[in-house]
């Protein structure tokens, strides 16, 4: 890791930090991200000190809210309100197509290594926002994208990426779930390169005081310069 930039904080106390996590950095070290210079983790490290425990997981390419602990008790109570589902988690996605105004997704998931049990995983969205942008591709004259305000109950690997793309609305950006044609569309066109998902709010009682935390993390550049180019920029709620 060189000249890291540093991280946003969304809160910082003597407990726990939320970080604002940028696209395009793993988190942590793993076999799934393989060798690289740059992680999350480290760079908090070196921003913050003392010791650091993830409470959960973002992918590589997916932005927002991050929680981390300062102590393996802290580590391990966030773990329990996960786990008892009692963190209210808002996801932000651009997908194509128009899903119904809302709904869930019941379909069972594997692991990491997208094969072996497949377990229960549940997701549900509402409709923010729609549009119809004028470009040919294929058989359509136009394409058609929505905004959707997703709310995972269960916590699986690369949830919410596979699950729309079971439903066939695949996340704008995605290399790995997606459309290729609508990502090169978007890269072309919008000059956009980015998976358009983000851990947009995040609501939980705080481990130690029991105080409830509403943490948001904002939009990037590029998130912005999409919202302006489909019209969607007073699409988002307020908290």
């Given at each position: 890791?060189?000249?890291?930039?540093?991280?946003?904080?969304?809160?910082?106390?003597?407990?726990?930090?939320?970080?604002?996590?940028?696209?395009?950095?793993?988190?942590?070290?793993?076999r799934l991200v393989g060798s690289d210079e740059d992680y999350l983790i480290d760079r908090l490290r070196a921003q913050v000190g003392g010791e650091l425990y993830?409470?959960?997981?973002?992918?590589?390419?997916?932005?927002g809210v991050l929680l981390v602990a300062r102590s393996q008790q802290v580590a391990a109570e966030l773990g329990r309100q996960l786990m008892a589902r009692t963190v209210d988690k808002s996801y932000l996605a651009v997908v194509r197509g128009w899903?119904?105004?809302?709904?869930?997704?019941?379909?069972?998931?594997?692991?990491?290594?997208?094969?072996?049990?497949?377990?229960?995983?549940?997701?549900?969205?509402?409709?923010?926002?729609?549009?119809?942008?004028?470009?040919?591709?294929?058989?359509?004259?136009?394409?058609?994208?929505?905004?959707?305000?997703?709310?995972?109950?269960?916590?699986?690997?690369?949830?919410?990426?596979?699950?729309?793309?079971?439903?066939?609305?695949?996340?704008?950006?995605?290399?790995?779930?997606?459309?290729?044609?609508?990502?090169?569309?978007?890269?072309?066109?919008?000059?956009?390169?980015?998976?358009?998902?983000?851990?947009?709010?995040?609501?939980?009682?705080?481990?130690?005081?029991?105080?409830?935390?509403?943490?948001?993390?904002?939009?990037?550049?590029?998130?912005?310069?999409?919202?302006?180019?489909?019209?969607?920029?007073?699409?988002?709620?307020?908290?």
């Open positions: 890791m060189t000249n890291a930039a540093p991280l946003d904080l969304i809160h910082e106390d003597a407990h726990l930090l939320a970080v604002d996590k940028p696209p395009g950095l793993a988190v942590h070290r793993s993830l409470a959960h997981r973002l992918d590589r390419a997916t932005s899903p119904a105004e809302q709904g869930e997704i019941d379909y069972p998931l594997s692991g990491a290594s997208l094969r072996g049990e497949a377990k229960p995983a549940l997701t549900r969205w509402r409709r923010l926002a729609t549009v119809e942008v004028p470009i040919a591709m294929g058989r359509y004259p136009q394409q058609r994208y929505a905004l959707l305000d997703v709310a995972p109950a269960t916590g699986r690997y690369r949830q919410i990426r596979r699950h729309f793309h079971h439903v066939s609305h695949h996340i704008l950006g995605d290399t790995s779930h997606g459309r290729g044609d609508h990502n090169r569309l978007i890269r072309i066109h919008f000059g956009l390169a980015r998976l358009f998902l983000h851990a947009w709010r995040l609501r939980l009682v705080h481990p130690v005081d029991g105080t409830e935390l509403a943490l948001e993390a904002p939009l990037d550049a590029q998130w912005q310069r999409l919202l302006a180019a489909f019209g969607w920029c007073g699409a988002l709620p307020a908290a």
